[in-house]
């Protein structure tokens, strides 16, 4: 099949007159951006060299302050995708990370396994949350806690409060091909990493193919457990 242009049915006045059309609205954009770079540029015509070292010295401050963060974040276990071993561990990191992501998985199932994958990502990439991994059959006391039933789920965790959990994939479109980028993005909308970006509309078209609907989407993300209680450890 070849792709072939339309014929053009426009007369040559009324092509003329499109063509200064858009030659104004080249011009006009062209002016507004003349005008923005001259609004920043007096700003900076109107610092001293006082306010210059200002603001050099309110960014460096930032950096410091970015850098101790993530250097503390880091002696936490973030950074990097880990695996808890058993409930004490995992009660003791969720009170230490204000923000956690745990992936209760089983060996034999695939899905568990697309999971890892992108966790390995995500946690190289968003070290203001930790990611970890715990297996649900050697755990069953938490499994019974949380009402986890299906795998893999993905439970979320703020403040050492149980935000949110994932079951299967159907937040991320219900199929096994999302991209780790449409995973970030579903779990900053639960808010326990940072992503600025919107993958809400391949999400969207991916859960209508799988026949998620935007209604049941939604309920399934919004109608889940949401603990008041912080974590702890039954004696």
């Known amino acids: 099949h070849v792709l072939r242009s339309q014929p053009s049915k426009m007369d040559p006045r009324a092509h003329a007159m499109a063509m200064e059309q ?3 609205g080249i011009l006009a954009v062209a002016e507004q951006e003349e005008k923005r770079l001259d609004a920043q540029l007096k700003g900076l015509e109107n610092l001293d060299e006082d306010d210059f070292e200002a603001l050099r010295q309110r960014r460096r401050l930032q950096l410091q302050k970015k850098m101790k963060l993530e250097q503390d974040w880091k ?17 003791n990191a969720a009170k230490k990370s204000s923000r956690m992501i745990v ?5 034999v199932t695939p899905r568990c396994q697309i999971v890892d994958a992108h ?8 070290v203001e949350t930790r990611f970890v991994k715990l297996d649900a059959e050697k755990n069953p006391y938490l499994v019974e806690k949380l009402g986890i039933i299906l795998m ?13 959990a994932i079951h299967g994939f ?5 199929t096994d091909d999302f991209s ?9 909308t639960h808010k326990v990493l940072n992503y600025e970006g919107d993958r809400s509309e391949e999400i969207g078209q991916r859960a209508t193919r799988a026949g998620l609907n935007s209604v049941k989407l939604n309920t399934i993300r919004s109608t889940d ?11």
């Open 180 to 188: 780790t980028a449409d995973m970030a993005y579903v779990l900053a």
């Open 170 to 174: 159907d937040e991320f479109g219900g």
């Open 103 to 107: 992936h209760f998985y089983r060996s």
């Open 119 to 126: 966790f390995e990502k995500l946690a190289q990439t968003h």
């Open 225 to 235: 457990y949401h603990s008041d209680d912080d974590l702890y450890e039954e004696d």
């Open 152 to 164: 893999p789920t993905i439970v979320l965790i703020k403040d050492g409060k149980t935000e949110h």
């Open 22 to 24: 858009v030659g104004q």
């Open 75 to 91: 002696q936490l276990g973030h950074g990097r995708y880990m695996e808890i071993s058993d409930t004490k561990e995992f009660f």
